[in-house]
C-alpha cells in the first residue's frame, strides 16, 4: 500500500527562523518526489521536485534520501507568506500514475 | 504556465442528486487527468485516473457507478457523483498531466456539499 508520512505539525516559528520537514514513503519504486503547498480551502501548488542529488530554489532545499526513503525540505529565512500546510507527494512512477500525497505539515510563521 | 479549470467551483445539492464536475486544460492537451477528493484535515485521495478515449480506472474503494468519469477530448473530463449523499461532500481536485516531465497541473477545486 501506498503511503507518505509527515509529522502534522502545527510547526510555530518565528519570522526569520530556518524550518525544517521531512517526510517518509513506503513505495521503493516510487520515481518522482515532490513538495506542494496548499493553502487553506485552495488547491495544492507545485513548490518544487526533489532530485537526489538536492536541490535548491531561493530560501528553499529540498533533499531526497532513496536509500533511506526519506524526503526533507528547508525553509530559510521565513517569511510570514509562508504560512501554510507542506506536502509531500511521491509519484509511483511507471507511466501515467496519480500522486499520492502526504497529509500535509501545518506551518505557522509568526511575527 | 499551464492552467486548468474547475466547474463549478462550489455546488450544494440536495441528497439524492447527481452533480456534474467539469475540469479542463486550457492551454494544453492532456491524455490523462486525474480525480482526488480531499475530506477535512486530510490529505488528498487519488480516485481515480481518467484517460480520453478509454476507461477511468478507480483506486481501491471508489465505486466507479457511482463516481462516473467521462474524458471524451483531450481538454475536459468530467466527473460525475450520482445520488449524493452528505457523506459524498468534499473537495474535489482535479488535475491535468503535461510538459515535459508530465507534471500534474491542479484545477482550483470544487467544494461539493450535500444536504
Redesign the interface.
Known sequence: RKE?EQDPGPFNVPEGATVAFNCTYSNSASQSFFWYRQDC??????LM?VYSSGNEDGRFTAQLNRASQYISLLIRDSKLSDSATY?CVVNGGGG?????????THLIIQP | GAVVSQHPSWVICKSGTSVKIECRSLDFQATTMFWYRQFPKQSLMLMATSNEGSKATYEQGVEKDKFLINHASLTLSTLTVTSAHPEDSSFYICSAEGGMDNEQFFGPGTRLTVL
Open positions: 507518505v480551502r485552495k488547491e495544492p501548488k507545485l521536485s506536502l501515467a500514475d496519480g500522486l499520492t500525497f502526504g497529509k500535509g
